[in-house]
């Protein structure tokens, strides 16, 4: 018993020493003094001694794990991913939806030696974090301007909200229209698909909810559906658009929207949306060239 009672002490003593070994100088003072060290801080004052315990005391129960303020430790590896790819749309005008893209930004982040490995679907990645943080910024347009509110509702109708809010996001993509035939090619990765897809339904749910639609039938679904059709259309459109400001891609949605008010349906003018892809099908042989061209884009 008295063998079991030692081995505890002194584990308990080893404890102690790791402690001040992380915890600084102070805690090795202190471990000194409660281990019953001969490095001469018995000869102190009992003041002092009483003093510097409190301080000790008080340290051990406030330490805190956490970086300060400005500083990358204690971040998790969503904040650090997150860091990283924000960091990198600066250089896809450079270097395209590529993996150097969110290298550079690893660097000037100062996590240069995590890049490597952290994102497996390379430029899918730095793609998706785009697309998902124009879904929240969109978000936070439709909160302030929603037709759940009936000051709004009662100036602007429902088509109406739903066209300037598509256009307010395809705008989002204008920064780098002359690499979107790329993140595209990669949106339509098996490995990116089911992701780049959850985010064009959650961007229509949010318009549809916005724009204070109420049903609870199947149209729910077709309804959203439909939307998403236009808004990939118009985004093929877009991205082949050689106008000034874009303005024909403002048409092209318009005559959609004008659809709308000439038939009963969303699902009818979807279908006849699918009358201008196919007048578009020469100009998108040109658009997958550019896709294959490896970063090589022109307007």
């Not at 001969?38 to 005391?57: F, H, I, L, P």
């Not at 650090?80 to 250089?91: D, K, N, P, V, Y």
């Not at 598509?166 to 002359?178: Q, S």
């Not at 439909?226 to 048409?251: C, H, N, P, R």
């Amino acid at each position: 018993m008295a063998t079991l009672s030692s081995v505890r002490i002194s584990f308990a003593k080893s404890l102690n020493l790791m402690r001040c070994v992380v915890f600084g100088s102070q805690k090795v003072r202190l471990c000194h003094n409660q281990n019953g060290g001969q490095d001469g801080d018995k000869a102190t004052s009992g003041n002092n001694n009483q003093s510097e315990n409190t301080s000790d005391e008080k340290d051990e129960t406030t330490y805190d794990y956490t970086s300060d303020e400005g500083s990358d430790e204690g971040l998790d590896d969503e904040s650090i991913s997150e860091r990283i790819l924000t960091a990198a749309l600066q250089f896809v005008p450079e270097y395209g939806w590529t993996a150097q893209a969110i290298v550079e930004g690893a660097k000037i982040e100062g996590f240069s030696g995590m890049a490597e490995g952290m994102f497996p679907r390379e430029g899918g990645d730095l793609v998706l974090h785009f697309i998902n943080m124009c879904n929240l910024d969109l978000g936070d347009y439709l909160a302030d301007n929603s037709r759940t509110q009936e000051e709004i509702r009662k100036t602007i109708g429902q088509n109406d909200f739903i066209k300037n809010a598509v256009e307010v996001r395809l705008k989002m993509i204008i920064p780098y229209i002359d690499s979107w035939p790329q993140a595209m090619s990669l949106m339509a990765y098996p490995s990116n698909a089911v992701d780049a897809f959850q985010s064009v339904a959650n961007m229509t749910d949010d318009i549809w909810y916005h724009s204070n639609d109420t049903s609870t039938d199947i149209s729910w679904y077709t309804k959203r559906t439909s939307l998403a059709a236009i808004y990939g259309v118009t985004e093929l459109y877009m991205v082949q658009d050689k106008s000034q400001e874009f303005e024909d891609t403002w048409m092209f949605l318009d005559r959609r929207f004008q659809d709308i008010r000439n038939t009963s349906s969303m699902k009818q003018c979807c279908d006849k949306a699918g009358e201008d892809i196919a007048n578009l099908a020469c100009s998108t042989l040109t658009l997958v060239r550019n896709i294959t061209g490896f970063n090589k884009w022109n307007r």
